[in-house]
């Protein structure tokens, strides 16, 4: 049965958000101990594998569901078993239930090649060294190995002009696949972040009465993610602007002052004290 009290659930990015042009989420760390110490589900919504996921879950003592590569993948702890996963298709692996959502990786890697062999100069994670991907990244090598171990999104870079790579984004699209162009380019089935922030919406509001949701993000590829939620917030670029797609695309969707992890934890520390202010300290509402 639904617990009547109402829940706070927080979805984030990483790369730019959470964790700063270091990779660190040091300037975060005040906000995340509040969000802890309530135990309010905190889901990590990214464009990183399982593994490198797995990595900053771990430091964090994180053991509530996320999302890899841009929405391909739930991963829900079989320990975090009160959510009802039953109404979904799931695969057991490992220590998770998994729903899949995005294409296989062994798929976009050919779709890729293809591509290649059309005279498009994409070279994908895939084709590229550990010490390649390090390289391009700025990731220490034991991180680009995590990097390079995809499932459901190819990461690629392409050199070309705006009518070239309009082009390539029309060959993707041609062959039914979707892409997102950020710092590098993505090539991913029919999955996005949003998709996935829409099933784990309704996983919590079986558990809940009411469920309030929030996101944090900083590209383009956050945006499907900000539209699915109550309270949409968007942090500086490193260049100390927002991304004015996220301005034009998300209604309502909340500046915050300060770059990365330093606007994160002023926007998670204003929300936890406007979502307690009318509730006590385990989230209930004051009757």
């Given at each position: 049965?639904?617990?009547n009290n109402p829940i706070l659930v927080i979805f984030t990015d990483l790369d730019g958000t959470l964790l700063d042009s270091a990779y660190t989420y040091e300037m975060a760390l005040p906000a995340l101990k509040l969000v802890s110490d309530r135990n309010i589900p905190l889901i990590i919504c990214s464009s990183k594998t399982r593994a490198e996921i797995e990595l900053i879950r771990k430091g964090l003592g994180n053991d509530h569901p996320f999302?890899?590569?841009?929405?391909?993948?739930?991963?829900?702890?079989?320990?975090?078993?009160?959510?009802?996963?039953?109404?979904?298709?799931?695969?057991?692996?490992?220590?998770?239930?998994?729903?899949?959502?995005?294409?296989?990786?062994?798929?976009?890697?050919?779709?890729?090649?293809?591509?290649?062999?059309?005279?498009?100069?994409?070279?994908?994670?895939?084709?590229?060294?550990?010490?390649?991907?390090?390289?391009?990244?700025?990731?220490?090598?034991?991180?680009?190995?995590?990097?390079?171990?995809?499932?459901?999104?190819?990461?690629?870079?392409?050199?070309?002009?705006?009518?070239?790579?309009?082009?390539?984004?029309?060959?993707?699209?041609?062959?039914?696949?979707?892409?997102?162009?950020?710092?590098?380019?993505?090539?991913?089935?029919?999955?996005?972040?949003?998709?996935?922030?829409?099933?784990?919406?309704?996983?919590?509001?079986?558990?809940?009465?009411?469920?309030?949701?929030?996101?944090?993000?900083?590209?383009?590829?956050?945006?499907?993610?900000?539209?699915?939620?109550?309270?949409?917030?968007?942090?500086?670029?490193?260049?100390?602007?927002?991304?004015?797609?996220?301005?034009?695309?998300?209604?309502?969707?909340?500046?915050?002052?300060?770059?990365?992890?330093?606007?994160?934890?002023?926007?998670?520390?204003?929300?936890?004290?406007?979502?307690?202010?009318?509730?006590?300290?385990?989230?209930?509402?004051?009757?």
């Open positions: 049965r639904p617990q999302v890899s590569e841009n929405g391909g993948g739930i991963y829900i702890s079989k320990s975090n078993y009160e959510l009802r996963i039953k109404d979904y298709e799931t695969e057991e692996l490992d220590e998770y239930y998994l729903i899949k959502l995005g294409a296989d990786y062994a798929d976009l890697r050919r779709a890729l090649a293809e591509i290649r062999g059309e005279g498009f100069n994409v070279r994908g994670f895939g084709d590229m060294s550990v010490k390649e991907v390090a390289e391009l990244t700025g990731l220490k090598e034991s991180d680009a190995e995590l990097a390079q171990k995809r499932q459901f999104d190819e990461v690629f870079t392409f050199t070309g002009d705006d009518a070239s790579v309009n082009k390539l984004k029309q060959r993707i699209n041609s062959m039914g696949f979707n892409y997102t162009q950020g710092e590098y380019f993505h090539i991913m089935g029919n999955s996005d972040k949003g998709r996935a922030v829409g099933i784990l919406k309704e996983l919590y509001a079986a558990e809940s009465v009411k469920v309030i949701t929030a996101a944090l993000g900083n590209s383009p590829n956050d945006i499907e993610m900000l539209n699915n939620v109550d309270h949409p917030f968007v942090v500086k670029k490193e260049d100390g602007s927002y991304s004015r797609q996220i301005l034009h695309e998300v209604k309502g969707c909340k500046k915050v002052d300060g770059i990365g992890p330093v606007g994160w934890n002023k926007a998670v520390k204003k929300l936890l004290s406007n979502f307690f202010d009318c509730t006590d300290d385990r989230g209930r509402l004051h009757r």
